[in-house]
């Protein structure tokens, strides 16, 4: 069973950090594109980040780049997200997706 389970949302301050963790299960992960999505309330949902299978490709939007960065370790199946410098347009659900498959999402909140 293809899986992914997000970790490490929460309640943050403007200008704090945080780090998404997403374990991956049920498929060769290192074989796998892996990208962070968001969504935030009333909105579509946008990609904020893209790691190649190897780890040696990232790409971001002009909204995150500078401020994020996505990581992965294929010995242990997971995908991270580096969030420095917050801002409350930042809050969202935070998604992570391989393989055709989404986790359930971890909320990220940015506020004071």
């Known amino acids: 069973q293809v899986q992914l389970v997000e970790s490490g949302g929460g309640l943050v301050q403007p200008g704090g950090s945080l780090r998404l963790s997403c374990a991956a299960s049920?498929?060769?992960?290192?074989?796998?594109?892996m990208s962070w999505y968001r969504q935030a309330p009333g909105k579509e949902r946008e990609l904020v980040a893209t790691i190649s299978s190897t780890g040696g490709s990232t790409n971001y939007p002009d909204s995150v780049k500078g401020r994020f960065t996505i990581s992965r370790d294929n010995a242990q199946n997971t995908v991270y997200l580096q969030m420095n410098s917050l801002k409350p347009e930042d809050t969202a659900v935070y998604y992570c997706r391989g393989r055709n498959v989404w986790g359930q999402g971890t909320l990220v909140t940015v506020s004071s």
């Open positions: 049920g498929f060769t992960f290192r074989n796998y594109v």
